[in-house]
């Protein structure tokens, strides 16, 4: 086996601390091609020198002085702007971990498909703001889309067990948030404090206020049905505490299979280094009798609307969870700013899809293009409802 060129877009994040983790384990297996930030010149820098990167970029144009400044005399080339994170993305290696955080991820991870990389996909907003799409362009590039997400690796390496048309529904599971046993008005007035004490998981802000609202879940399940080609009634929730079992594929004979493990990014993303082979993981294994038990709830689509909010976007079609996906962003970004109620959250995308249904702009879509145009529009269209559900 040579050594792997190895890309990670959204090397500074928590799934890019987990990849970054990995990689260091096997330095020998590794040579990495090209880092990429946000804003986070020091700790991109700090990487991109550790592991002797050949390509750093930083998506805030502002910070390309800094960048240059703090690779000076290590022979890394740089970069600042969106276009130098989509030419990251480009340069030649074998394996690109996508996990940019929202559908500022799209292009860069678009451009990684394009030229027929195998794909580790983390970040699931650009499947929910252009699933179709991403899909096309990485069957005609022969791109390898290898899911990230927990819920999806475990159905990828449990759908293995089985063929497609033998497959009845999947399962994946959710933990149900620090707000799963809460009642709903207390849900409503939570603060960011409460909403980013993830009971499990250890992960970046804008996830961990989705995994709060269950929005996380309803972008899994959008996320679901492009990997593998599902419909909204083969897609079922579980909620389950204890985040052990993290999905599950049920085929006609009705065996269930499922796929395990503790609650550590580091897991699936392993698999996804290693695929279609194994490598040595670096979480702690599991024990089950630690755990002792595993319980299963059915999800509540009342005290989290944005669940349902998800299925009634896919079921729409035609650009509606394009618009899910902008109006949550939108709404995230406000909840951490303080300027609307944990509450408001589900319904600044309940206000915008329906605005946006109702002045007739359901239209199918055609590329990626469009689906970005449709994105940046349900923006604004959100952003002009913030005040009123501010209010
Ligand atoms: P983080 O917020 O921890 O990290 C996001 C990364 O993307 C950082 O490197 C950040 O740079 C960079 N970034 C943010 N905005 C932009 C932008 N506009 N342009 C370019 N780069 C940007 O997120 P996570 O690691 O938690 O999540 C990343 C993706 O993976 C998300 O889509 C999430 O849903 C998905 N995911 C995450 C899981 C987890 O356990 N964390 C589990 C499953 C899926 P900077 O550091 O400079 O801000
Ligand atoms: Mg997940």
């Known amino acids: 086996h040579g ?11 928590s799934i890019g601390d987990s990849t970054m983790d990995l990689l260091r384990a096997s330095p020998e297996r590794y040579q990495v091609e090209a880092l990429t930030a946000n804003s986070n010149v020091e700790g991109l820098a700090k990487l991109a020198i550790e592991f002797n990167a050949r390509f750093a970029a930083v998506a805030d144009p502002a910070k390309l002085g800094e960048l240059r400044a703090a690779l000076d005399g290590t022979g890394i080339a740089c970069g600042a702007g969106e276009q130098a994170v989509i030419e990251a993305a480009a340069r030649p290696s074998d394996w690109v971990m996508a996990a940019v955080a929202g559908a ?11 030229r027929g990389a195998t794909v580790a996909l983390a970040n699931k907003e650009c499947l929910v703001c252009a699933g179709e ?6 069957a005609a590039a022969n791109a390898c889309i290898l899911p990230a997400d927990s819920e999806h690796n475990a159905l990828f390496q449990a759908l293995a067990s089985g063929n497609r048309d033998e497959l009845t529904k999947v399962i994946i599971t959710a933990s149900g948030g620090p707000f799963r046993t809460w009642a709903a008005a ?42 593998f080609a599902l419909t909204p009634d083969e897609i079922e929730v579980v909620v389950h505490p204890q985040s052990i079992i993290h999905g599950m594929v049920e085929f006609s004979d009705r065996s269930v299979v499922a796929q395990l493990g503790a609650p550590d990014m580091r897991i699936p993303i392993a698999h996804c280094l290693g695929w279609p082979e194994r490598i040595i993981g670096r979480a ?25 909010l998800a299925y009634d976007a896919l079921r729409a079609g035609n650009g509606a969870t394009t618009v899910y996906n ?32 109702r002045s007739g702009n359901l239209a199918p879509l055609s590329s990626a293009d469009e689906a970005i145009a449709v994105d940046h529009k349900a923006r604004n269209l959100a952003a002009s409802l913030l005040p009123q559900i501010a209010a």
Do not use: C, Y
């Open 284 to 308: 702690a294994p599991l024990d089950l009798t630690k755990i002792g038990q595993l319980t299963f709830e059915a999800p509540d689509f009342v005290r989290f609307p944005g669940l349902r």
């Open 104 to 114: 500022a991820g799209l292009k860069p991870a678009l451009a990684a498909v394009d």
């Open 3 to 13: 050594v792997r060129k190895v890309t990670v877009l959204g090397a500074t994040g």
């Open 326 to 357: 902008a109006a949550n962003e939108i709404a995230v970004a406000a909840f951490v700013k303080e300027q609307i109620r944990f509450g408001a959250i589900a319904r600044l995308v309940e206000e915008t899809l329906n605005s946006w249904i």
């Open 186 to 227: 207390d849900i409503e007035q939570a603060t960011l404090a409460q909403a980013l004490k993830h009971p499990n998981w250890s992960m970046g802000q804008k996830i961990t206020i989705d995994s709060a609202s269950m929005m996380n879940k309803g972008l899994e399940v959008i996320e679901a049905s492009w990997l």
């Open 133 to 138: 799409f991403f899909m096309e362009r990485a």
